[in-house]
């Protein structure tokens, strides 16, 4: 008749003022260290910050942040452990890095079940570690958070840009709104992607350089924040709250 | 207890299934809980009553369980779920989302992770019986 989950997401996102979804329309993009830098940078600068991976069969949030103990705890549903600095949640805390086949409709369920019940506190941001694609996950958070907003990860490569283009279509023609476009790993700097950003109406937030020292630094959030990967994403964070702000004064 | 925060939801389904059908009284609700999720019944039921509305009254609550029956997918081999000798940590984890048992669990016939629950997930409200009107 009703599943009960589904009516009470809305009362546990009530707590946060703006939810962005880090996405990007293929995998190997950087979308999780974008996600995870982000979040860190934010709350660097005194926000309080969720992160939550929703990239059920390849999590790797845990991975960059250096995560190796603690649990969610269970208190009239569960409490997101707070790792450096950051409200944290992911699916890795109960599958420890096991495979886990999901297919369409256990990935929907697992969704609905996180979301109806994580406790999350007062945050301004909560920024969501999305999967990859225009699969079943992004179409179930598309219905169950209409208010997520979306920020697109692509490298300069044509093809990632291309999966990039059906994204923001798909975003575009049901009215989400998109924050903007970030062209990550970047060697050789065209004009290619923002042109093409531009064109079809989205915000282009700018360049990450490819940085060859940010690998070593996956699961050190110290070494990693010192980065020029960092400093890069900085800027697109600021970005990011300036948008705000010039939102607020409309 | 996670059970609390099922128990939410299940009242407010009910408080706006209550408005949609137009009922001034709720006197029954039938909640099914799958053996996968492994809900304390005692538990449910306390936070139902605890969390009631008022159009919810003194509703019998009714919580019926169902045997949780997977399927692989490459075989066809139908088994029932058996949190015997699973331990703690996963049986916790599987309490929390339920979909994490393809991480602990394989198929006895093939040993393939690509199965299904056909039944007995999770948390689902069946029925909710009141009364119409003024009268």
């Avoid at chain 1, 940085?211 to 697109?236: K, Q, W």
């Avoid at chain 2, 609700?29 to 039921?45: H, S």
């Avoid at chain 2, 936070?47 to 075989?75: F, K, S, Y």
């Avoid at chain 2, 007995?120 to 029925?127: K, V």
Wanted: glycine content about 10%.
């Amino acid at each position: 008749m009703a599943d009960p989950r589904v009516e009470v997401i809305d009362r546990r996102l009530s707590t946060i003022d703006r939810i962005i979804a880090v996405s990007s329309g293929k995998g190997g993009v950087g979308k999780s260290v974008v996600a995870s830098t982000l979040a860190l940078t934010l709350a660097r600068r005194g926000l309080e910050v969720g992160l939550l991976d929703l990239d059920f069969t390849c999590p790797t949030t845990h991975l960059i942040l250096g995560v190796e103990d603690g649990m969610p705890e269970e208190e009239r549903g569960l409490l997101p452990p707070r790792v450096q600095g950051l409200e944290y949640l992911s699916l890795a805390y109960y599958t420890k890095d096991r495979p886990t086949p999901l297919r369409g409709g256990d990935i929907s369920n697992a969704i609905v079940e996180l979301l109806s019940i994580t406790r999350w506190g007062q945050l301004a941001l909560l920024v969501v570690d999305m999967p990859p694609g225009i699969g079943d996950a992004t179409l179930d958070l598309l219905r169950l958070i209409p208010q997520m907003e979306f920020l697109v990860v692509t490298t300069p490569s044509h093809i990632a840009f291309e999966t990039v283009r059906r994204l923001l279509g798909l975003l575009g023609g049901l009215r989400r709104r998109v924050v903007g476009v970030v062209e990550n790993m970047v060697m050789n700097p065209s004009d290619f992607v923002e042109g093409e950003v531009e064109a079809m109406g989205f915000p282009y937030l700018g360049v990450i350089p490819f940085d060859p020292e940010l690998e070593g630094t996956l699961g050190d959030v110290e070494a990693l924040m010192e980065t020029s990967f960092a400093e890069a994403v900085g800027r697109i964070a600021s970005a990011l709250l300036d948008e705000e702000a010039e939102g607020e004064g409309d | 207890m996670h059970e609390w925060a099922l128990a939410e939801g299940v009242v407010a389904a009910v408080s706006r299934i209550a408005e949609e059908q137009g009922l001034r009284r709720v006197t029954e609700v039938t909640v099914r809980i799958g053996e996968l999720q492994q809900v304390d019944r005692e538990i449910l039921i306390f936070a139902i009553d605890q969390l009631r509305t008022p159009v919810m009254g003194d509703a019998r609550i009714i919580v019926e369980e169902a045997p949780a029956r997977l399927r692989c997918r490459v075989c066809s081999h139908t088994w029932r779920f058996d949190p015997e000798g699973l331990g703690e940590e996963v049986s916790e984890a599987i309490h929390f989302v339920p979909e994490v048992v393809h991480a602990y669990l394989r198929c006895p016939g093939c040993g393939s992770p690509d199965f299904e629950v056909v039944e007995g997930r999770g948390i689902w409200l069946a029925s909710v019986k009141g009364l119409r009107g003024d009268g």
